[in-house]
């Protein structure tokens, strides 16, 4: 009787021993494998690729964030959607309306291309006188956006909806129109779109800068802190500005680019050697590409900031001057200098061409600052033959001299022999800052 409870006994104690061996084994695989998979993870969180997909996602929300808030900071203000369409053209006051009415004209026309012509021989601006208003008022956006705006109605892919509405007894109803084939719900969406791609912009530029988010985020915060002092884009959507200084933002982060790229401006010394003179065949060939990358680069960003805007030259004469200022404390070479001002020569050439050949932007300050770059560069490479200075301080003294000597020379021969006085006014207005007691038409508006 006892040795059949014996057997029984052994199984159960073989059975529970098979349990504990098999419970023991998974307690010994699946650690490994959750250290394993957790591993992976954290591998692929911190690659390169996904933090830059992060910034990515990243900027897109804080550009939509931003598009959004102007647009509603808009739509308060003016109440646009309950607007006629007759009142909502009557809200662009000023030279708003002005620039709205020739993106009307352009998408009003028969065809693209007799709107186009209209506008460069315009009689009605200044009747019985005909003018190339593209040339006259920077009429580039409203030429793109009316191409859009025809190419997007073509295809059937605007749409809107329209109501009646009731504004009270004294007031009569009205039809009012939303979407965005209705053309002033399309020409501010299309800016407002625009400048959430600056903050999108500015966040990248700032985490690139600072190589950290946090740094995006704090830029980020501080452009919605000062927003009523750094953008008016919200009260006047139709303004050059507009268009203009989202592509700065952009430009300025090219040339932050640019100016961290290590760049070679001397040939390679050439070896007797097969296989050296391979090696620096390919090493030229990628110097090369590399510097026509960054010309293309530079060069489309500034004329995208250039065309928009007349006044934009002035930001961009100032910007020549800041990078000649690194010049000036030995920052930079004087190859690179060279390098930097002739993309902003091809920039302002191609400007100048698609302005028709703009008269103020070819004796601009900033085609002065230009001309003055490259005296700059003949002197000092002409002085640094027989004139050698080690001393740094005698060295930002030297370029100091010589790119104040140049300036002012340049100057005085464009106004002398040009008679050039088209921004008399802005040296006017900069005056008045520090005498009280100048005064002249501009200055009093």
């Not at 407002?192 to 740094?215: D, E, M, P, R, W």
């Not at 030229?284 to 004329?303: N, P, Y």
């Not at 900031?305 to 690194?326: C, E």
Request: hydrophobic residues 40%.
């Amino acid at each position: 009787m006892t040795r059949p409870s014996t057997v029984r006994n052994r199984r159960s104690t073989n059975k529970s021993s098979s349990t504990t061996k098999v419970s023991n084994d998974r307690s010994n695989t699946e650690p490994g494998q959750l250290s394993q998979e957790s591993s992976l993870f954290s591998s692929y969180v911190q690659s390169p690729l996904f933090y830059i997909l992060f910034v990515l996602i990243l900027a897109v929300l804080i550009g939509y964030i931003h598009f959004q808030y102007v647009y509603i900071l808009f739509e308060n203000d003016k109440h646009f959607s309950h607007l006629s369409t007759l009142e909502r053209e009557l809200s662009f006051r000023t030279e708003m309306g002005l620039y709205y009415s020739y993106f009307k004209q352009l998408i009003e026309s028969k065809t693209f291309l007799n709107g186009f012509q209209s506008i460069v021989h315009d009689n009605r601006t200044e009747a019985p006188s005909i003018i190339n208003v593209l040339e006259r008022f920077n009429l580039y956006p409203e030429v793109i956006l009316s191409l859009i705006y025809r190419y997007l109605d073509s295809r059937g892919s605007l749409h809107q909806t329209c109501y009646r509405t009731e504004r009270g007894q004294t007031m009569p109803p009205v039809l009012s129109c939303e979407g965005h084939k209705e053309p002033t719900y399309f020409y501010v969406t299309c800016v407002f779109i625009l400048n959430g791609l600056l903050l999108s912009t500015l966040f990248v530029f700032a985490t690139y800068l600072s190589q950290s988010i946090y740094g995006g985020l704090l830029t980020t915060a501080a452009y919605f802190y000062n927003h009523g002092e750094a953008t008016r884009v919200m009260w006047t959507p139709p303004l050059r500005e507009s268009f203009s200084f989202p592509f700065h933002v952009i430009q300025l982060f090219a040339l932050t680019y640019v100016l961290q790229k290590p760049l070679t401006f001397r040939q390679l010394k050439v070896e007797s050697s097969n296989n050296n003179l391979k090696n620096d065949a390919s090493i030229l060939s990628q110097q090369k590409i590399e510097k026509i990358q960054l010309i293309l680069l530079l060069s489309i960003t500034s004329i995208l900031y250039l065309l928009p805007w007349q006044f934009a030259q002035f930001t961009m004469a100032t910007q020549l001057l800041s990078v000649g200022l690194l010049y000036i404390l030995n920052l930079i070479s004087l190859e690179k200098l060279l390098f930097l001002n002739c993309i902003q020569t091809l920039s302002l050439l191609l400007t100048t061409l698609f302005m028709f050949g703009n008269r103020m932007l070819l004796t601009s300050l900033f085609s002065q600052v230009i001309i003055t770059f490259y005296l700059v560069y003949a002197i000092d490479h002409l002085t640094s033959s027989y004139l050698s200075i080690t001393n740094r301080f005698k060295l930002i003294f030297k370029h100091t001299l010589i790119v104040v000597i140049s300036f002012l020379f340049t100057k005085l021969v464009i106004m002398k022999f040009l008679s050039v006085d088209d921004d008399q006014h802005i040296w006017d207005i900069f005056r008045s800052k520090f005498d009280k007691n100048f005064r002249t038409f501009h200055t009093q508006l």
